[in-house]
């Protein structure tokens, strides 16, 4: 699995992205029936999306969704009224064989919040686990099971939170003050990614002292050369006292607006939606390159590319950070082909974004939050959590689906 996942951003997609995938392909992948206001449906490996479904969702046939939890209101079975502005999210497992789902609140009180699901799916609870910040955007799991919520101002922090609310988070000052977006745990080198979302933002990754404890550690900045190749420099100063990290190292890389970044398998996936291209770091190798390019040809499917997440067959979603009548998560599949899986559209979704994609333990259900949802006249709306369950690729629902058919 390893090998061609490093294959396929080596030798495929990468090297047709850079420079700008053609017109031939994406008149093969948009010339499927149905179309929107920014080109034809690509069918993608799980079909084509059918008509939007009452939460405004067009899904692959086989996939089915539900509210999970609206901005201002009690999610459903607790008495807990759940955050606006919902964001970065994850989910963990929970010792009586359900899960917990962690989101951020991207408002000026910040913080989040959680819900817990029974094996079932109900939901049994839902309650905060931060508070006191502001304006929480992204963040990542650990794999030893808390979540690092990212605070997106500037002089932001890193805070880890007990998904359980049972303990009480903690700000992780050494891994940075700066305009935070979201982190990526690589367990295998023992370190964390980081993204900052600014136009002339950087690419961090922090190396803790002693691994699971973030309290002490070394952050670096990456310089990118013209053929890919990736160094890192200490940041002298991560507190930012006197410069913005992004501006202490001479040759650190600008990234514009990097936003969601991924691990998966050796490579992190990272997004920037300041020019609508997502770029993969082989850790290994020591090299990033662009695998996909939103501007590299005519019609394109994804614009303004935000968050993503990958299941367990490799593929790589992607949410879009966009104001249109459809707004899409997309897909990128172990070969490259890059097609919409879902979209949200209709009057719930107008000026909103989608964001925080993650996976359940089980990776037969994807959450994301239409973060603005619900909005009238022209004002935001305190926006929502969706979960779509199908047959994804990788999961225990794919297996038995294969099985029966």
Avoid at 317 to 323: G, K, N, R, S
Wanted: proline letters at 6%; glycine letters at 14%.
């Amino acid at each position: 699995m390893a090998g061609t996942r490093r294959e396929f951003i080596g030798a495929g997609v990468g090297a047709a992205a850079t420079l700008g995938l053609g017109a031939a392909f994406w008149d093969d992948l948009f010339g499927a029936a149905g179309s929107s206001s920014r080109g034809g449906q690509a069918a993608g490996p799980y079909g084509p999306r059918g008509p939007a479904n009452e939460h405004g969702l067009r899904l692959p046939e086989g996939f089915r969704s539900r509210l999970v939890a609206r901005g201002g209101q009690p999610v459903e079975g607790t008495g807990y009224r759940w955050h606006a502005a919902s964001d970065g999210m994850a989910a963990f497992p929970a010792d009586d064989g359900g899960w917990i789902l962690v989101s951020n609140s991207e408002t000026f009180a910040g913080g989040a919040s959680a819900v817990r699901f029974d094996a079932s799916g109900a939901p049994r609870d839902a309650y905060r686990i931060l508070d006191g910040t502001t304006q929480n955007c992204s963040g990542g799991g650990t794999p030893w099971g808390t979540w690092l919520s990212c605070e997106e101002v500037q002089g932001g922090l890193v805070w880890e939170c007990d998904p359980s609310g049972r303990r009480r988070a903690l700000s992780r000052p050494a891994m940075g003050t700066f305009k935070h977006e979201a982190a990526a745990v690589d367990p295998a080198g023992r370190r964390i990614y980081l993204t900052e979302d600014l136009m002339d933002g950087c690419l961090y990754r922090f190396t803790p002292a002693r691994w699971r404890d973030l309290g002490e550690g070394t952050l670096e900045v990456a310089s990118v050369d013209g053929a890919g190749a990736v160094s890192w420099t200490r940041v002298p100063d991560p507190a930012a006292r006197r410069r913005p990290t992004c501006r202490q190292v001479s040759g650190s890389t600008p990234f514009r607006r990097a936003e969601g970044i991924w691990h998966d398998d050796g490579v992190v996936y990272l997004a920037t939606t300041g020019d609508h291209r997502v770029h993969a770091y082989d850790i290994a190798a020591e090299r990033i390159e662009v695998v996909y390019d939103g501007l590299g040809s005519g019609p394109t499917p994804l614009l303004r590319v935000d968050q993503l997440t990958a299941n367990r067959a490799g593929e790589v979603f992607v949410c879009e950070d966009i104001a249109t009548d459809e707004i899409d998560i997309g897909l990128i599949d172990r070969n490259g082909r890059v097609s919409k899986f879902l979209s949200a559209t209709g009057p719930d979704h107008v000026g909103s974004e989608l964001t925080g994609a993650t996976f359940d333990p089980s990776g037969s259900r994807l959450y994301f939050a239409s973060q603005r949802a619900f909005g009238r006249d022209g004002a935001p709306g305190p926006g929502a959590i969706y979960e779509v369950s199908g047959p994804f690729r990788g999961s225990r629902a794919f297996h038995e689906t294969a099985q029966s058919a």
